[in-house]
Structure formats: structure tokens, C-alpha cells
């Protein structure tokens, strides 16, 4: 046992009122200090994980830049591709439009 605790034992069987007393001031002195811990602890990981946010947006941002860059060359390089491409995408939707609004005028 530490010292502390021998001679609160000692003390509490003279003065159990003082002693109970000092013993709810020391558990409150030690509640606080967990407490201001595990704020810090928990700021430290709000930061933590804000600073890892601000990492990722910046690096979507950049595999986003480099993307589109990629993708001007790609059209650039083959332009004919390109346009029949979209021309293909657009007559897909078109159709699956068409679908839709027959299936829907049915009902």
C-alpha cells in the first residue's frame, strides 16, 4: 500500500469525517485530471484525423488534375474514338429513355 493510503487507514479511525472527506477531494483531483487527459487526448485525435482529411482531399484533388489532364490527351490523341464514343453513349441513353417512358405510359 502507499503511503498515502497507511496513513489515511491510520487517520480515518480518529477523524473518519476528515479523512472521508480529504479521500472525495483526492478521487475528485484525480477524475479531473483523467478528464483534462483525455480531452487532450481527444483534441489530439480530432487534429489528427482533420490534418488526415486535409491529406486526402489534397491528394483526390491532385489524382483528379492528373485524370482529366490524362484524359484531354486521350480525346486529343483520337478524336474520331472520341466522338463515336459519345455518340454511342448518348444512343444508350437515349434508348434506356425511351424504355423507360414506355414502360411508365403502360401502367
Do not use: C, F, W, Y
Amino acid at each position: 500500500m502507499s503511503k498515502t493510503v497507511v496513513k489515511l487507514t491510520e487517520r480515518a479511525k480518529q477523524e473518519p469525517i476528515a479523512v472521508l472527506e480529504e479521500v472525495l477531494e483526492l478521487l475528485k483531483k484525480a477524475s479531473d485530471e483523467v478528464g483534462e487527459t483525455a480531452d487532450d487526448a481527444l483534441e489530439d485525435a480530432v487534429r489528427a484525423i482533420t490534418r488526415a482529411a486535409r491529406h486526402l482531399a489534397e491528394d483526390v484533388q491532385d489524382e483528379s488534375a492528373r485524370l482529366v489532364k490524362k484524359a484531354g490527351k486521350a480525346i486529343k490523341a483520337r478524336p474520331l474514338t472520341t466522338a463515336a464514343v459519345a455518340a454511342t453513349a448518348v444512343a444508350l441513353a437515349g434508348v434506356m429513355l425511351a424504355r423507360k417512358a414506355r414502360a411508365h405510359n403502360a401502367r
